[in-house]
């Protein structure tokens, strides 16, 4: 009897399995399609996937607590305090909560009445993606005075749910191992987690979510994250080292309700004196960088808000004095954060708020709010006024600069620099610059190039420092004028694409604490006034190598320590005691300009690393930190950090 209900159990266990099955087999076929990418960069999205989940319940209202720990072996574990996910019998599907949330792609829907389901950075592909990819998952549910526990591996439930003890506790469990067999590399950084859930922690202001790493050797890795002030902390951590214009972080919000649906809007927003706008924007705690309603609102009601101001206390008089929108975002710091049930998200890369009310929303709470502000804060007005003012003077004069540059350097003209050593070939897409550092090095770049696609641009000594520079600044400055005028694209306002002459541009730079020093200048240089060639991946770091081995006759070049030993043992495979000679290149200058064509520049044999700025706040706060008036601390995390700044990309 006891066996036959058990048989019964079993059969249709396994029926309701198959289509189960096949769900998921489709994620293990095609991964890449549910998480984007197997590197490492869809690692650590199933850790996110899973604490998005967790932090839906705290938007539900029901949890403030989560906890992260990455385990020894890479095991993921994370807790929440939620209401636990339902473990009973769905009359519909005859699973429990529990079951479909990890077996059915796409579960979810909203959660509870009126809360905002949030989709992470996958836009809610969800626990079962992650179920898919992991070796096993466990789940562990506190709910009613028990402990609900179930297992799976690969997708495939290994234990149904059962009950394995009692507890006082509420909440959630998910432990769980990614699939070697599925991801490139299974190693968790811990950095790229703990960034990711303090960006969490600013973005949901009162939750505390810790993040511990328990693999040896690690111990130091362990935080508590909890802001009580939310997006105002946010900016607050930005601006951090920065001088400001003002104090206080201002911060303006709302919500709104139509049809039964709650849309909630958020900005807390300060002034730096740097030059450049930082303005970072979310919706459902997903980044949106290509901006969208949300931002256009913001951006719309700043401007007028600040020229009305202006003109009421007689500070802007004539028309032509208007503030532009870039006038009143010089130096300014923002996050934007919106909250809403059914986000559109649209663009090539579905990172830009689609929904038009949005944009009314986020225009009426700081219109509303800003002008109430700046009326109450008569200080803090005047202040981000004179600054906005100032900006619009600048601009003016940098136009006025343009213009001298124009005539000097013969931007116009099309004439080239002198520091410029061009290529036969007039195809942008087919032409590369390398800009080379140093006398020597330059000399050698130019002789053994390939003259038909390869220009070589000198750049000699200290550069401008651009973080601290203007726009007319940088116009006139005699070591960038050169390299402006060869990629002929011109800059910041004026900057356009089309006119850009060579699509590999390779900063080619000694691998020491120099080369780092103006690698990161470039780069700074390019992020702030010639940012598409970065996010279109026009911009490369030339790779030069380490070591010279040679036997005998054989000579063999060695771009890492490891890669050394290795053509070291290789060369010496047949004959054990033969002597193998290892030379170190002591930078670019020594090479003779075959080495340097054979190592560094022939396309055949050659390495380039892409420059990627994926995070701009990240970028930002490096370059703060390097670009910093202080010589001493700059020049001392230049050297703590050399072996970054050399890999920026990775
Ligand atoms: C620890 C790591 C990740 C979660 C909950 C709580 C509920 C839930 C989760 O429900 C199924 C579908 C729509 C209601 C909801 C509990 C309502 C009442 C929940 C998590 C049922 C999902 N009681 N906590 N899911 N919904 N935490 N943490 O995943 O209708 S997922």
């Known amino acids: 009897m006891a066996d036959t209900v058990k048989n019964t159990a079993t059969q249709e266990y396994d029926a309701s399995q198959i289509q189960v099955l096949e769900g998921l087999e489709a994620v293990r076929k095609r991964p890449g399609m549910y998480i984007g990418t197997t590197s490492t960069t869809g690692l650590h999205h199933l850790v996110y996937e899973i604490v998005d989940n967790a932090i839906d319940e705290s938007l539900a209202g029901y949890c403030d607590r989560v906890d992260v720990v990455i385990e020894p072996g890479n095991i993921i574990s994370v807790t929440d305090n939620g209401r636990g996910i339902p473990v009973d019998i769905q009359e519909q599907t005859g699973k429990s909560a529990l079951e479909v949330v990890f077996t059915v792609l796409h579960a979810g829907g909203k959660f509870g009445g009126g809360g905002y389901k949030v989709s992470g950075g996958l836009h809610g592909v969800g626990a079962s993606v992650v179920n898919a990819l992991s070796e096993w998952l466990e789940v562990n549910v506190h709910r009613d005075g028990k402990i609900y526990a179930m297992k799976f591996e690969r997708g495939n439930i290994s234990e149904p749910i059962h009950v394995i003890g009692r507890t006082k506790k509420r909440g959630t469990v998910v432990r769980f191992k990614p699939d070697p067999e599925m991801f490139d590399d299974t190693v968790y950084d811990y950095e790229t987690i703990h960034d990711r859930m303090r960006q969490q922690a600013f973005l949901n202001a009162g939750v505390t979510i810790s993040v511990t790493d328990l693999r040896e050797g690690m111990e130091d890795n362990t935080d508590v994250l909890y802001y009580d002030g939310g997006i105002r902390e946010y900016v607050a951590y930005i601006n951090s080292g920065k001088k400001l214009v003002h104090e206080d972080v201002i911060y303006l919000g709302g919500e709104e309700e139509a049809d039964g649906h709650i849309t909630f809007a958020e900005v807390a927003l300060q002034y730096n004196e740097e030059y450049h706008e930082n303005i970072?924007?979310?919706?459902?705690?997903?980044?949106?960088?290509?901006?969208?309603?949300?931002?256009?609102?913001?951006?719309?009601?700043?401007?007028?808000?600040?020229?009305?101001?202006?003109?009421?206390?007689?500070?802007?008089?004539?028309?032509?004095?208007?503030?532009?929108?870039?006038?009143?975002?010089?130096?300014?710091?923002?996050?934007?954060?919106?909250?809403?049930?059914?986000?559109?998200?649209?663009?090539?890369?579905?990172?830009?708020?689609?929904?038009?009310?949005?944009?009314?929303?986020?225009?009426?709470?700081?219109?509303?709010?800003?002008?109430?502000?700046?009326?109450?804060?008569?200080?803090?007005?005047?202040?981000?006024?004179?600054?906005?003012?100032?900006?619009?003077?600048?601009?003016?004069?940098?136009?006025?600069?343009?213009?001298?540059?124009?005539?000097?350097?013969?931007?116009?003209?099309?004439?080239?620099?002198?520091?410029?050593?061009?290529?036969?070939?007039?195809?942008?897409?087919?032409?590369?610059?390398?800009?080379?550092?140093?006398?020597?090095?330059?000399?050698?770049?130019?002789?053994?190039?390939?003259?038909?696609?390869?220009?070589?641009?000198?750049?000699?000594?200290?550069?401008?420092?651009?973080?601290?520079?203007?726009?007319?600044?940088?116009?006139?400055?005699?070591?960038?004028?050169?390299?402006?005028?060869?990629?002929?694209?011109?800059?910041?306002?004026?900057?356009?694409?089309?006119?850009?002459?060579?699509?590999?541009?390779?900063?080619?730079?000694?691998?020491?604490?120099?080369?780092?020093?103006?690698?990161?200048?470039?780069?700074?240089?390019?992020?702030?006034?010639?940012?598409?060639?970065?996010?279109?991946?026009?911009?490369?770091?030339?790779?030069?190598?380490?070591?010279?081995?040679?036997?005998?006759?054989?000579?063999?070049?060695?771009?890492?320590?490891?890669?050394?030993?290795?053509?070291?043992?290789?060369?010496?495979?047949?004959?054990?005691?033969?002597?193998?000679?290892?030379?170190?290149?002591?930078?670019?200058?020594?090479?003779?300009?075959?080495?340097?064509?054979?190592?560094?520049?022939?396309?055949?044999?050659?390495?380039?690393?892409?420059?990627?700025?994926?995070?701009?706040?990240?970028?930002?706060?490096?370059?703060?930190?390097?670009?910093?008036?202080?010589?001493?601390?700059?020049?001392?995390?230049?050297?703590?950090?050399?072996?970054?700044?050399?890999?920026?990309?990775?």
């Open 280 to 650: 970072v924007s979310f919706a459902n705690d997903v980044k949106t960088p290509e901006g969208g309603m949300h931002e256009e609102g913001f951006k719309r009601a700043l401007t007028a808000v600040l020229n009305s101001y202006g003109k009421k206390y007689g500070l802007i008089k004539k028309d032509e004095d208007k503030l532009s929108g870039e006038d009143v975002r010089e130096g300014i710091t923002t996050i934007i954060s919106v909250k809403l049930e059914e986000p559109q998200f649209e663009g090539q890369t579905k990172q830009k708020l689609g929904n038009a009310y949005v944009r009314t929303l986020v225009s009426n709470i700081v219109t509303d709010q800003l002008s109430t502000y700046l009326e109450e804060h008569p200080v803090t007005a005047k202040a981000i006024l004179a600054k906005a003012m100032l900006a619009n003077q600048a601009r003016l004069a940098a136009r006025k600069a343009r213009e001298t540059v124009r005539r000097k350097t013969g931007l116009e003209s099309g004439q080239m620099p002198d520091k410029l050593q061009d290529c036969n070939e007039r195809d942008p897409s087919l032409c590369e610059i390398y800009i080379v550092e140093g006398d020597s090095a330059a000399g050698s770049a130019i002789q053994g190039r390939d003259s038909r696609f390869q220009a070589i641009l000198a750049m000699w000594g200290k550069m401008l420092n651009v973080e601290k520079a203007r726009a007319d600044k940088v116009y006139d400055n005699d070591k960038l004028a050169p390299l402006i005028v060869a990629l002929g694209c011109g800059i910041g306002e004026e900057f356009n694409m089309d006119k850009l002459r060579y699509h590999k541009i390779i900063i080619m730079a000694d691998a020491d604490v120099d080369g780092a020093h103006i690698r990161t200048l470039l780069l700074t240089f390019f992020f702030r006034y010639m940012r598409p060639l970065i996010d279109n991946g026009y911009v490369y770091s030339a790779v030069p190598p380490l070591y010279k081995l040679t036997r005998g006759k054989k000579q063999k070049v060695a771009y890492s320590d490891e890669q050394r030993d290795a053509i070291s043992a290789e060369m010496r495979e047949d004959n054990p005691n033969v002597k193998v000679d290892i030379s170190r290149f002591k930078g670019l200058g020594e090479m003779d300009p075959h080495e340097l064509w054979e190592t560094t520049m022939d396309p055949e044999q050659r390495s380039l690393r892409r420059i990627t700025l994926k995070d701009a706040i990240a970028a930002d706060r490096v370059f703060s930190v390097l670009m910093g008036e202080d010589v001493d601390p700059r020049r001392e995390w230049i050297e703590e950090n050399a072996k970054y700044v050399v890999n920026l990309d990775i």
